[in-house]
């Protein structure tokens, strides 16, 4: 250990510290700060986009499976932004692997990611790009997580995450954005993510939920989300965040990201317009839930193809992923696969669609915006071959997507105490219960399902008769109502109230009747 009178030794001296300076100086002049504080920005844009999807899941989820979803999308976050700084990113965006399937550890844990320009545009540098990319990830399996809705146990999607992260998702965004990607090289055009974020996690989030099953009839029956608040409030958090997902893909404060801006408002509105017509068509009734489901697939179709189209194709793009996505939520009955929360039909189609407009409707133009990228286009531009490039690359990430997730969680499913779904019993209780221990809105009130839930009517009984049901399911404080009222039955002797064990609340217990009034059933007690 150095002695305090050797600190001087560790100072550089003048002339050294002069040149650290002038190359940080060099390192920052590179690079024009307008761009670099719109990117920082946009990073942080798409990072709130992971409540967003935490809060719509919730709402779409039954309140007993709620707190689960927001659980296991803010966990996966976590688990993401680890893979990503360990190998993540070099798998994805060594620039050094030349195999165009996937890349190297050159990068391990962002070595040598500093100052170069970044892989994706020469505007930023590559550990602002690195973040960027992070982001991605981050909300792409946040997408994946709905897969887990209200059977799904949260700790073994964890271990899912990061084989997946690895497995599936770094390979595709290699395909699509590493210059040395088949896809890439091929001519490719995926703006934003239509491959490795919307088509990835659609169809894994379908793979996964094959993997699970399907819930239970009794759960399936009656399903309505437990809070609409909710899905709206997530929805325009993603829409704002979105904004900085497409608009910051142009890497640099210009012209195309506006563009893509634009092109995201266009596809956002027409798509969320588009769904709630047809709708209101079937059930006469102008659904918040349709709209929030259209304005999702508008913003899913805009993620490969804002930074191409022109706004008049956004505007047709918008219009025509508003009705096939909505028609696409009866694929899962077709393929007999209980996709609770649509990820398919929102994700998948919807990037399915944007990548398919990029073959006909991407402008040399717009390309350009950024000053940075040329490409001959689409059939604008009369590039016939793109729509054969477009379609190869949507097979490509489909089957890969599909087969590797099911694989992965079939194999993660059989290693012991690592099962992916619940018991019966766990799914009965619901998830917040069995798995996290803490609950989203942690009240009791009377079952909605009155035929099912509330017990046979009984006009009278005399008070030492304890009913065999509660009047109001759920639990208190942790301690189940059935619990609370036999403890209560064999605790209270008299007609004075006393604490419930372990802190628990004392039952609820009508008064008493008093001179003869008739009570609450309509009838007079003897």
Not at 146 to 153: H, I, Q, V
Not at 183 to 202: Q, R, T
Not at 218 to 244: C, D, K, M, Y
């Amino acid at each position: 250990m150095a002695a305090a009178d050797d600190t001087p030794l560790l100072t550089p001296s003048p002339h050294a510290a002069a040149r650290i300076g002038l190359a940080l100086r060099d390192a920052n002049d590179q690079f024009n700060g307008g761009d670099v504080s719109f990117i920082v920005i946009c990073g942080i844009l798409v990072f709130f986009m992971i409540p967003g999807v935490a809060f719509l899941y919730s709402g779409l989820s039954r309140r007993k499976s709620a707190l689960s979803l927001v659980w296991a999308v803010a966990a996966s976050n976590a688990v993401v932004i680890f893979q990503w700084w360990f190998w993540g990113y070099s798998l994805a965006f060594s620039p050094s692997a030349t195999n165009g399937y996937i890349g190297d550890l050159r990068s391990f844990a962002l070595r040598k990611v500093l100052a170069d320009p970044s892989p994706g545009s020469p505007l930023i540098p590559e550990l602002l790009y690195s973040f960027y990319q992070m982001e991605f990830a981050c909300v792409t399996v946040a997408i994946l997580m709905g897969a887990l809705a209200e059977r799904g146990r949260v700790f073994p999607a964890m271990i899912f995450t990061f084989i997946w992260m690895t497995i599936v998702y770094c390979p595709i965004a290699c395909w699509a954005w590493n210059i040395n990607g088949w896809g890439f090289k091929w001519g490719v055009l995926d703006y934003a993510g239509g491959g490795p974020v919307e088509i990835a996690s659609g169809i894994s989030g379908l793979a996964y939920s094959w993997a699970l099953g399907r819930r239970s009839e009794r759960e399936l029956r009656n399903f309505r989300p437990h809070n609409v608040s909710l899905v709206a409030l997530g929805t325009f958090i993603l829409w704002f965040g979105w904004l900085g997902f497409n608009g910051g893909s142009a890497f640099g404060a210009n012209l195309r990201a506006i563009m893509a801006i634009w092109n995201s408002m266009i596809a956002a509105a027409m798509s969320g317009i588009v769904w709630c017509l047809l709708d209101y068509r079937i059930e006469r009734k102008w659904s918040m839930v349709g709209f929030c489901s259209g304005t999702i697939a508008g913003l899913v179709a805009a993620t490969p193809a804002s930074g191409y189209v022109p706004q008049w194709a956004a505007f047709v793009m918008g219009i025509i992923v508003g009705a096939v996505a909505n028609y696409s939520t009866k694929l899962k009955f077709i393929l007999g696969i209980d996709d609770a929360l649509d990820l398919c039909a929102e994700h998948a189609i919807g990037g399915m669609l944007g990548l398919l407009f990029n073959a006909i409707f991407a402008d040399s133009d717009i390309i350009a915006l950024d000053g940075v990228n040329t490409s001959t286009g689409g059939w604008l531009n009369r590039n016939w071959k793109q729509l054969y490039i477009q379609i190869a690359y949507i097979a490509a990430c489909t089957g890969y997507s599909f087969v590797l997730t099911a694989l992965i969680a079939k194999g993660i499913n059989y290693i012991p105490t690592l099962h992916l779904r619940a018991t019966p019993e766990e799914e009965m209780l619901g998830m917040d219960d069995t798995d996290i221990g803490e609950f989203a809105t942690d009240y009791i009130e009377v079952r909605r399902d009155y035929t099912d839930w509330t017990p046979p009517y009984q006009p009278y009984q005399p008070k030492d008769i304890e009913p065999e049901t509660p009047p109001a399911a759920g639990d208190r404080h942790a301690v189940p109502d059935t619990q609370i009222a036999r403890a209560n039955g064999a605790a209270h002797s008299n007609d004075e109230p006393k604490a419930a064990a372990n802190g628990a609340l004392s039952s609820i217990s009508e008064k008493p009747e008093a001179n003869g009034e008739a009570n609450g059933n309509g009838t007079t007690p003897p």
